[in-house]
């Protein structure tokens, strides 16, 4: 299967489907925040600020799935040296950076205002800083790193980065409950009104999509880039 066909396909069939797309992610978006603002009621204890965590769960998941994406292309460029696969792995280390700092973001706003604290030297919130972290000093790399060693450095920096995620999902089984910050409202089924479940499902299927089609048009414009640094190469050599 070639992998740049895909992305790079600028027939009308596939300019279709990319239009298509692009209207369905703005629906479940805009479906997601209808439930958030519009349908789902107050939570009990904490009020209107439990809105946010429809946005914080579902930008995490996108984190988690940029992130396999990028552990999918830095497997992919370790192995065949592939240009596709920097570009990709380059693409799925902004895409997460963006969602994982709104994850950061949004979680300590919430826990500002629940409990009165954005940040505690706990497991998950440590483990998802160093995620956090990691991705920043791969974007540095590739802005200021060694064009030569670059690709290969940032291939290896974001496996580091998805070998993270798992501490980061299981690093709350770490510490007991009432030693943490980070609530386990799932696990402990705190979701109790069929609206929140609801509003939880349709928030990560929302963001996982618009995850997916800022994805894809990262790559593209990553060929795009690409072929333009090909011509004026070629340009210059005639």
């Not at 396999?68 to 830095?74: D, V």
């Not at 500002?112 to 919130?125: G, Q, S």
């Amino acid at each position: 299967m070639d992998l740049k066909k895909i992305f790079w396909n600028n027939t009308a069939l596939s300019r279709s489907f990319e239009n298509i797309s692009l209207l369905v992610v703005f629906f479940l978006v805009a479906y997601a925040n209808y439930m958030v603002f519009l349908a789902v009621p107050n939570e009990r204890i904490m009020g209107p600020v439990q809105r946010i965590f429809y946005f914080h769960v579902g930008c995490a998941v996108a984190t988690y799935m940029a992130v396999a994406f990028l552990f999918f292309a830095s497997l992919g460029y370790l192995t065949t040296r592939s240009a596709l696969m920097d570009i990709l792995g380059e693409s799925a280390t902004e895409i997460a950076l963006v969602f994982c700092s709104i994850v950061m973001a949004t979680g300590m706003i919430w826990g500002k205002a629940a409990w009165n604290t954005a940040f505690r030297w706990e497991p998950r919130l440590v483990s998802f800083l160093i995620l956090l972290v990691i991705l920043v000093a791969i974007v540095v790399l590739r802005r200021f790193g060694n064009p030569q060693k670059t690709p290969l450095n940032s291939a290896v920096m974001g496996i580091l980065a998805a070998i993270n995620v798992p501490i980061v999902v299981f690093s709350v089984k770490l510490l007991p409950a009432s030693s943490q910050l980070h609530p386990q409202v799932v696990q402990n089924r705190g979701l109790r009104d069929p609206l929140f479940v609801k509003a939880m499902i349709i928030g990560i299927i929302a963001m996982c999509c618009f995850q997916l089609i800022l994805l894809w048009i990262r790559v593209r414009l990553g060929l795009a880039e690409s072929q333009l640094d090909e011509l004026e190469t070629e340009k210059l050599v005639n």
